[in-house]
T-cell receptor, first 116, second 116 residues
Framework: GAVVSQHPSWVICKSGTSVKIECRSL??????MFWYRQFPKQSLMLMAT?????????EQGVEKDKFLINHASLTLSTLTVTSAHPEDSSFYIC????????????FGDGTRLSIL | AQTVTQSQPEMSVQEAETVTLSCTYD???????LFWYKQPPSRQMILVIR??????QNATENRFSVNFQKAAKSFSLKISDSQLGDAAMYFC?????????????FGKGITLSVRP
């Protein structure tokens, strides 16, 4: 149980386009979802926290207009990278929390984003 | 704010031997959760072990065990009988008990290699 599906797993697109990444909790309702960015050999950097039906809370230094997060339902959150540029190329990971803090976060398999 | 420190960027262990990965953290809270996550080359985040701060007994999961020293704010991971599949990046993480701060705070991670 507790599966988080993230799609796509790998995307390559041209500079200036927008890219949407989906994160779905398949067998549980996610009260909170998190979006991370990770560079090679580095730790996960939290970008934003989202709760169903409310605006996402962005970490300091993360551009809200560049990284649009929507948490429309208890099983789906999306991250849209708008007007993507090569510096946005990275590995993006979502995770979902099903309940109180004593429950572990469940991670998606990540999306490798390459902007040409 | 809480911080998690993993001071060793890399470690190596001989197959079948035991290795200990260190982690320290800083917090003013008395109750919280600590985690170790494994990230193999596939980059999937895998929960290895979890410890609740109010429990004095060290958590164990098969070959994985922790040495939790609350007063010293130390949370090391011991891997016994190391296997080639243990080669990965390992992250120590902290989570507050309070729901408003349910995000994970990660350390920088340590890359573990296993020598055959």
């Amino acid at each position: 149980g507790a599966v988080v599906s993230q799609h796509p797993s790998w995307v390559i697109c041209k500079s200036g386009t927008s890219v949407k990444i989906e994160c779905r909790s398949l067998d549980f309702q996610a009260t909170t979802m998190f979006w991370y960015r990770q560079f090679p050999k580095q730790s996960l950097m939290l970008m934003a926290t989202s709760n169903e039906g409310s605006k996402a809370t962005y970490e300091q230094g993360v551009e809200k207009d560049k990284f649009l997060i929507n948490h429309a339902s208890l099983t789906l959150s999306t991250l849209t990278v708008t007007s993507a540029h090569p510096e946005d190329s990275s590995f993006y990971i979502c995770s979902a929390l099903s309940g109180p803090p004593d429950q572990p976060q469940h991670f998606g398999d990540g999306t490798r984003l390459s902007i040409l | 704010a809480q911080t998690v420190t993993q001071s060793q960027p890399e470690m190596s262990v001989q197959e079948a031997e035991t290795v200990t990965l260190s982690c320290t953290y800083d917090t003013s809270e008395s109750d919280y959760y600590l985690f170790w996550y494994k990230q193999p080359p596939s980059r999937q985040m895998i929960l290895v072990i979890r410890q609740e701060a109010y429990k004095q007994q060290n958590a164990t999961e098969n070959r994985f065990s922790v040495n939790f020293q609350k007063a010293a704010k130390s949370f090391s991971l011991k891997i016994s009988d190391s296997q080639l599949g243990d080669a990965a990046m390992y992250f120590c993480a902290y989570r507050s008990v309070t729901g408003a701060n349910s995000k994970l705070t990660f350390g920088k991670g340590i890359t573990l290699s296993v020598r055959p």
